[in-house]
């Protein structure tokens, strides 16, 4: 059983790849998607996309996650660096795409689809926090049929969408629109009702709340843990800023300031103070440039702004006087050994202490989740870094009844990993309430395998990247408006042309294998892309020295690679692209197009030495017949071979299949 | 591509232990059953036909409005054409008999045979994706049978066998109708030959 449009083809190994019962893949073979914390199925997405059809798109997207346009502004795109693209020449825009798709629905269409429940079941769930991993829980929980309530401590829902990500990144109107698309289906929010303190997990238990969420994020800051930390009012933890921010005080803390930390936290806090009108804003960092976990865009835009990285610099004292920081008083610092994580440890040099002069200073190094904070959460255990320990691939705590995920179980994460919690969160929390075995680790599944769109290989070849276009640097440093402005129509059809479909193609290279090692022929050629995985690279040439046997379609096991036989051209295809196109050679009996003229060609070129006039440009039908014409020692009639057809045994066994088609026997000979 | 060369290039091996297949034309009446028969055993789809019944005519002969019916299956060449061509090697001769046959292991589905053959004999498989071609029906003879189309023969026109015995047979078979022209019966049994 395989997929309707991409049917292996017929010498291919037939158990090579596992089918489903719709036809589908049952494991994705496109890194975009097994990558994606949130498992999106991105090449079917961006199909739709680039045929105009949003609101499928849309769809398609939602059956994994709630937020594609928030996705669409603010993930960090692992789907993006996974991408096969970036060997030919640079990743899709995978993120704007979906931030198109969103905008289109959202603003021009009808909204998004809102989906009916499956099941209509009794129990009721309580969410805690209303952030992206507790809302996509509570998604998916109503999705299935469940009652479900999100408790949230802050005056609005959407957690560090509304109160962290800097309005410049994430406008609020559209966190708004996509929470409200969530509460449509029938998701109760109580806002300012604070879960641990007064309200305990215990008092939820006892109004019949069957399972829980913990989606409480990661609210406390680490603390540079270096003098004058606590002394003065001007040093504030980079979340807290944000949030004030986020809620209405829009005041600068100070001209001059220093951020310490490196990651999208630092960067958005600096970037928030050059907006509410800081002269200078330093970010503090104690490695280089290139170790900063801040997503690579956003360190671009930055620089833009004018913020300056202060690299190999480590905090070690604050000055000030009357209760004011006047200095940051820092070490240089230089790389030694590699510490767990991966990145070269920062050593200091001694004696390279200096004053930076600051009027305020913004730690970002880090959060944890505040456990301590709401002892009626119950007794759970804990990591090490203070973060709540689940089972992986279930997000159970040690309480049974008791689900976590997103910057509470990994520390300060990304919205798409928040989203993947939440989601694998409410499919362990159905399997608990139904009673069922926790469910395992699966990979991502295809949902549909659009067609691609069909193109020739230079236009595959030669479409760029988009760029993104932004608002002017003048106003972006003195607004908060909307940074990035997204792809528009035309672009994102354009960049929809660029997706290499990696789920139909699996990249096994038997295409390969079979024309050059098997052939001879080394038409097709497959680059190595990464550690285990190859790319076509021909779609700036074509094929030049494909004969046109048609060998690779035959062992292709996906239906990647197709041939169409077209009058006198033969198309070879590659998901969708025309790769090469051949001239076929015309029949000189039957008039039938039979094979490419360079494949006779190439089997003449090993017949010469053979003793055979080989100059008849006959198909195998007509050479049949000239050859019992010239035992008969009569003129070849080439007509015949058509209807030889009807009148020979094929003819009675086409026959004999109609027949047993009627009485409904097997479909075979 | 690295042609393989048959193993009965290398080593000379006498024409007696070579098959011979003869259709008695006179005897064919274009049944189509070998072409069936052939199919059947093989348990191919629609499209590949490996033996083929060719008609030619009708056309006036000896005063009697005849037909050809040419029985067209694999010659088994001592220098096979696709042999010749096949870039795996999947198309070999075999050293005992002759009998050219494809390693359906080996085929790749390249289709240089269909395009070297001069008589057109190896076909195309769409189910299996391989090219198929006549090859005696080996496991058949090989179990001391006769091929599927010989066998399935409705009108006993096709003989299988080792070349003398064929060639002893056509003989005798041809001095049988002289012999008969001579009584005064003629056309009904002339072999054109």
Known sequence: MGHIMFSPGAGADKDRIVYAEDGLKRESSAPCQLNCPAEIDVPSYIALIGKGKYDEAIEQIRKDNPFPWVCGLVCTNPCEAWCQRRYLDKALCIKDLKGLAAKMVMEKGTGYRIPEPRNAFQEKVAVIGSGPAGLTAAYFLAWEGYKVTIFELMKEPGGLMIAGIP?????????????????????????????????????????????????????????????????YPQVISALQFLKDVSFGLKIKPA?????????????????????????????????????MPAHFEEIIQMAEEGIHVHQLTIPAKILGNYGKVDFLECVMATLGEPDPSGRRRPVPIEGSEYKMPVGAIITAIGQRPDIEAFPGLGEMELTKQQTIKV????????????????????????VVQAIG???RAARAIHAYLRSQASPEK???????????TPMDYREKAFIQRQEIPMIDLDRRIHTFDQVELGLDEIAAKQEAKRCMRCDICERCGKCVDVCKDKLGVSAIRFHHAGESSLILKDYVHGLPKCIGCGSCVNICPTGALQMIDRGDERLLLMCGTVINRIKMEQCHGCGAYYLPKIFVKHVEKYLEDMPHAYNDKLCPECRKIAHAARMSGTEPNYDIATSLESMSADGVQQHAKLLWLQVGGPNKT | MSAVQPESETKHVGSSDRYYLYQDKDRCIGCYSCELHCKMN?????????????????????????????????????????????PTGAIQKRTKDGIVFIENSLCIGCKCCIAACPWGVPQWNPETGKAVKCDYCMDRVDRGLKPACVTGCLTQCLHFGPVDETSKLLRQRYAESMDITAAGTPGQFTTIL
């Open chain 1, 167 to 231: 309005e410049f990144r994430l406008p609020r109107t559209i966190v708004r629109r996509e929470i409200e698309a969530i509460t449509a289906m029938g998701v109760e929010i109580a806002t300012d009702t604070p879960v641990g303190t007064d309200l305990t997990l215990d008092h939820l238990r006892a109004n019949g709340y069957k399972a829980f969420f913990l989606g409480i994020g990661a609210w406390q800051g680490y603390r540079l843990g270096i003098e004058g930390e606590n002394d």
């Open chain 1, 421 to 423: 919690a939440g989601k």
């Open chain 1, 255 to 291: 001209d001059k300031v220093a951020i310490v930390g490196g990651g999208n936290a630092a960067v958005d806090a600096a970037r928030t103070c050059i907006r509410l009108g800081s002269q200078s804003v330093s970010i503090v960092y104690r490695r280089t440039r290139s170790e």
């Open chain 2, 42 to 86: 093989k348990n191919l789809p629609i499209g590949p036909r490996l033996c083929r019944i060719v008609e030619i005519g009708p056309k006036v002969r000896n005063d009697n409005l005849r037909a050809d019916f040419h029985f067209l299956p694999c010659f088994h060449c001592e220098k096979p054409f696709c042999a010749h061509v096949c």
């Open chain 1, 391 to 414: 089972a992986s691939y279930n997000q159970q705590t040690s309480l049974p009844d008791v689900f976590a995920g997103g910057d509470a179980v990994t520390g300060p994460a990304t």
């Open chain 1, 442 to 452: 699966l990979l991502p599944r295809p949902h549909s395998m659009v067609a691609p």
